[in-house]
């Protein structure tokens, strides 16, 4: 499975709809990105298509979901503990095993922050957590890449250099972004979100930047 | 003032309270309570640490059984508390944990006599209870969005490892270390039931006059207590964990015999076991209930709510002593020793003592669970008013108190307060032991006379009614919307 379609797509606070219903038709090689007003529904979405594609998909939410306590190693081990045997995962909890290690080193390595591999979580700043949850997602392998706002912690050279590694490293993702020029320059199709609607769907290459502005 | 709730919560209690004092028994009965008080005192400051080696042997066998009974209660605890959500594993753990260990103890002493096994059961059975609850609250804290976000098919184990664990790891610690601190009071007072440890090295020095023995005994015990940080360290848990089954001393051996006994014949009410059927149940529960239960439920309530109450009065004058919004480093350094003998102590040790020098009636026993208790939450309360920040320009000296401070803390303090009367109520039922007229003083009485059917109602009467303050003690909490930490 690396695209999906999903049909009725709805979600509801308090007895009012936010989102929906939709449709949104994702093939292998989409990489979309979700645009639109904060408030729009944007991160309710993103756990819709979540929950519909069973989990099968790498996820890097906002609030990021790290374990505190435990050391960037586990943070990332975390996407792969379907791959072995709870005794595997267990001596891995007490002393990681070579090929682990250096598999998430050269992913950290990736991500310019190989020195924080036995730091905890918490003590890390807000930039360092967001590339924890990144290197997770990256770890986790999944056909299809499912990420809400995962640049707005970093700074601008560090921003580019993650949204050009996820779009090497995931042929197709959806990406909430509320950067309109990020959007543009790595994803190939936009969606424009507007009051739980989509407003805009179009090819990158056939879209301006002033067509998503009528969006906010 | 009257319109807030909490006020007038306190306002009803006190007034329930001092209801109770018209009926409750408080006198000093012996012939001169200052002088034996003092000359407790004069053995506490000349102790004799070397008057036999049986105090080393008791210190040794108080560690002993309290780091047996708090393991093994620990991690039963832990495994009932991953099945917790289901409602007859939470009724089973209210129900060990609403059984004080000195009754537990008593029980187990009918059939397996003096051997080690009676002492560390008696701790482990209620420590699995209130380990189970506690770590259950603990567990639940835990940030659940890193399990959701875990690849489908991860193993449940390889889950709980990864993103429960880690998370509440701390708190578990400190909540274990602390549950050790009260092992250790625990595993102490095991001895007033004729367990080798400090509770009877303590009751024989008393009842001998010999009050140095006692001191020491005492001081060797706060040391103990006071200086856990020091000796229990993650590196030397293993090590005494290991070690301290083998220093739990050989006891006598376990009658099997007696075991059946007591299940099959001893435990079964007189008038089933003497074949009247159930017909001569009845009024073998009527006369019970009239005889023993219900002026043991009486006196035990109201001496709970009495010192319930005098908990409450001696916290808000205790906790000034600690707080560092008032006077200088050498009357919080007095302060703070004060409050740690106090809450180190446990209540049964304190209304022991105060029983042998005043004589038997309710006030040792108010006095008792009022120091200990009071000494618990004024260090908890008195901690919170040094997070307080004034602003610079504020009142000082007993304004400060009435209008800065106390407002500030009223809420946490009757939370702890209300989480603590259950407790107190547990406990005010284990002194009838020492024959104040509460519920333990016809549980014993049953056991000595060995009418063990009727001990076991008794007890289970206790149970009940500690289970009933604690879901009323929840009610008023929640009522109030007050809230707290599974810290005390």
Same mark, same amino acid.
């Given at each position: 499975?690396?695209? *999906? ?7 509801? *606070? ?26 729009? &529904? ?175 | ?24 028994? +408080? ?26 080696? %049986? ?9 002993? *059984? ?10 039963? &605890? ?13 009724? =089973? ?14 029980? *187990? ?21 209130? =380990? ?61 039931? %004729? ?10 020095? =008393? ?17 103990? +207590? ?24 050989? %006891? ?124 618990? +939450? ?53 002194? %009838? ?56």
């Amino acid at each position: 499975m690396a695209g *999906f379609d999903l049909s009725g797509l709805t979600a509801s *606070f308090g007895g009012e709809r936010v989102i929906g219903p939709l449709t949104l038709k994702v093939k292998e090689g989409d990489q979309v990105a979700l645009v639109g007003k904060s408030g729009a &529904g944007k991160s309710t979405l993103i756990r819709l298509i979540h929950n519909r594609v069973d989990g099968q998909s790498s996820l890097v939410p906002q609030e990021l979901g790290l374990v505190n306590a435990l050391p960037v190693f586990h943070n990332v081990f975390m996407g792969q503990l379907d791959k072995h045997a709870t005794w595997y995962n267990t001596v891995t909890l007490v002393r990681p095993f070579k090929q682990d290690r250096k598999q998430v080193l050269e992913l950290l390595d990736a991500l310019r922050m190989s020195e924080k591999l036995w730091i905890p979580t918490a003590s890390l700043s807000g930039g360092q957590r967001q590339r924890v949850a990144i290197a997770r997602a990256l770890y986790r392998n999944a056909p299809v890449l499912l990420a809400d706002e995962p640049i707005s912690a970093l700074d601008g050279p560090m921003a580019h250099h993650v949204m050009q590694l996820l779009r090497d490293r995931f042929e197709t993702s959806v990406i909430a972004l509320h950067d309109v020029e990020m959007a543009m320059k790595y994803c190939n199709r936009i969606v424009g979100i507007q009051n739980g609607q989509i407003a805009l769907d179009e090819p990158t290459d056939q879209l301006a930047a002033a067509d998503i502005m009528s969006l906010y | 003032m009257l319109s807030y709730p909490t006020v007038r919560t306190s306002l009803i209690f006190l007034a329930i309270a001092l209801v109770g004092l018209l009926f409750a028994d +408080i006198a000093i009965t012996a012939n001169n309570p200052w002088r034996d008080l003092g000359n407790f005192f004069l053995g506490v400051l000349t102790p004799n640490f070397f008057s036999s080696e %049986g105090l080393l042997t008791a210190l040794l066998r108080t560690v002993a *059984f309290a780091f047996v009974g708090v393991t093994v209660g620990g991690i039963c &605890g832990f495994f009932l508390a991953l099945v917790y959500r289901f409602l007859p594993v939470r009724v =089973f753990c209210a129900f060990i944990r609403a059984i004080h260990e000195l009754f537990w103890a008593l029980i *187990f002493l009918q059939f397996f006599g003096f051997h080690p096994l009676t002492g560390v059961l008696a701790i482990a059975i209620p420590y699995s209870g209130i =380990f189970a609850k506690v770590y259950s609250e603990i567990l639940e804290e835990a940030d659940p969005e890193p399990g959701r976000l875990l690849p489908p098919g991860t193993g449940t184990i390889a889950a709980f490892l990864y993103t429960k664990i880690p998370d509440c790891w701390v708190q578990l610690r400190t909540y274990t270390a602390y549950r050790l601190e009260c092992g250790l009071r625990s595993s102490a007072i095991l001895g007033f039931v %004729g367990l080798p440890t400090l509770g009877f090295y303590l009751e024989t020095s =008393f009842s001998q006059g010999m009050y140095s023995d006692a001191g020491a005994m005492l001081i060797l015990f706060y040391v103990l +207590i006071a200086t856990i940080p020091l000796w229990v360290r993650p590196k030397l848990l293993p090590v005494y964990i290991v070690g301290a089954p083998f220093f739990l001393g050989d %006891g006598l051996p376990i009658v099997w015999g007696n075991v059946e006994r007591f299940f099959t014949e001893d435990i079964v009410p007189s008038p089933l076991r003497d074949g009247e059927g159930l017909a001569g149940l009845l009024p073998w529960l009527n006369e019970l209930m009239v005889e023993q239960a219900l002026p043991g439920i009486w006196n035990t309530v109201i001496l709970t709510q009495i010192a319930l109450v005098a908990t409450g009065i001696l916290t808000l004058l205790l906790f000034p002593l600690i707080s560092n919004h008032f006077g200088g480093p050498i009357r919080r350094t007095s302060g703070h020793v004060f409050l740690v003998i106090a809450r180190s102590t446990p209540e049964y040790i304190l209304a022991y003592i105060l029983l042998q020098l005043w004589g038997p009636s309710m006030l040792p026993a108010v006095v008792a669970l009022a120091l200990h208790n009071g000494g618990i +939450i004024g260090h908890l309360i008195g901690r919170q008013t040094n997070t307080i920040r004034l602003r610079s320009d504020a009142p000082k000296g007993l304004n400060r108190y009435g209008w800065e401070l106390v407002p500030r803390v009223y809420r946490s303090f009757l939370a702890f307060l209300f989480y603590r009367w259950e407790i107190i109520m547990r406990e005010t039922a284990i002194l %009838g032991i020492l024959g104040i007229y509460t519920l333990g003083f016809y549980v014993d009485s049953a056991i000595q006379s060995i009418r063990f059917d009727q001990a076991m109602v008794l007890i289970l009467i206790t149970a009940m009614l500690n289970i009933g303050v604690d879901i009323l003690g929840r009610y008023i909490r929640r009522k109030l919307a007050l809230q707290t930490m599974p810290t005390c």
